[in-house]
């Protein structure tokens, strides 16, 4: 007893489920997080303080199931653990609470609106973000920023996250061939970040002008090493 350690009583991430078991019932719930997700992995590159979840779970208690969001990002951890990564989100190992945690709404409701927005509330998650591509009279998107233990809406879109440095918003692209809108993240003017898709496009787009401008001078780009 005395070596004695309260956590070591408590599971590991690999002894726990690493979802709700529950498949989406949309694929905007897979999609719209996993651009985020991919948005943040080419801006924080050289950051490996932070992580982005997507339909992971988070157990906050170890009497019970995980809360599964649709996406969440943490600061302030480390981003890879091993060549395993993480198999769930285990808030008594982590020591970190998630700051954001994203909702997609589908018709199928999920308490979105009411329980999970509680639990998150309970929780202190300083941001929840709720997305609603069904929508037509209200605005789709909501941010909600954790003030004195209620959940504020925020203004705007996009709207700044100054914890983060980064704005989220949602604007019409293509995403994956898909034209639609998509949520995006933005500086603090409000210009958005490119996807790695758009990324990839601007460079081949740049080669080629420097190709045509090669060939005009006379030179073979395909001779260059």
Not at 18 to 41: F, K, M, R, T, Y
Not at 68 to 95: A, C, I
Not at 201 to 215: N, S
Request: aromatic share 12%; hydrophobic share 40%; net charge negative.
């Amino acid at each position: 007893m005395l070596n004695y350690n309260p956590l070591h009583c408590l599971p590991a991430a690999e002894d726990l489920p690493d979802s709700d078991d529950e498949p989406v019932d949309n694929q905007l719930q897979h999609l719209i997080p996993g651009l985020l997700e991919s948005i943040l992995a080419w801006l924080w590159t050289n950051r490996m303080d932070w992580f982005f979840g997507v339909d992971m779970g988070i157990y906050y208690d170890p009497e019970l199931p995980p809360i599964v969001p649709d996406g969440f990002l943490s600061l302030g951890v480390e981003r890879v653990f091993d060549e395993n990564l993480r198999l769930s989100y285990v808030l008594w190992e982590e020591k970190v609470m998630p700051i954001v945690a994203l909702e997609v709404v589908s018709h199928k409701r999920r308490g979105e609106y009411s329980t999970k927005k509680k639990m998150y509330a309970e929780m202190e998650i300083l941001y929840y973000v709720v997305y609603n591509p069904q929508r037509r009279r209200k605005p789709p998107l909501e941010v909600y920023r954790l003030v004195n233990g209620e959940y504020v809406l925020q203004p705007g879109n996009p709207i700044w996250l100054s914890e983060i440095g980064l704005a989220i918003g949602c604007e019409r692209g293509t995403y994956q061939g898909i034209t639609r809108d998509w949520l995006y993240w933005y500086d603090k003017q409000g210009v958005r970040y490119l996807t790695p898709e758009e990324r990839a496009i601007a460079a081949e787009q740049r080669a080629d002008r420097l190709a045509q401008e090669l060939r005009r001078l006379g030179i073979d780009p395909d001779t260059l090493s």
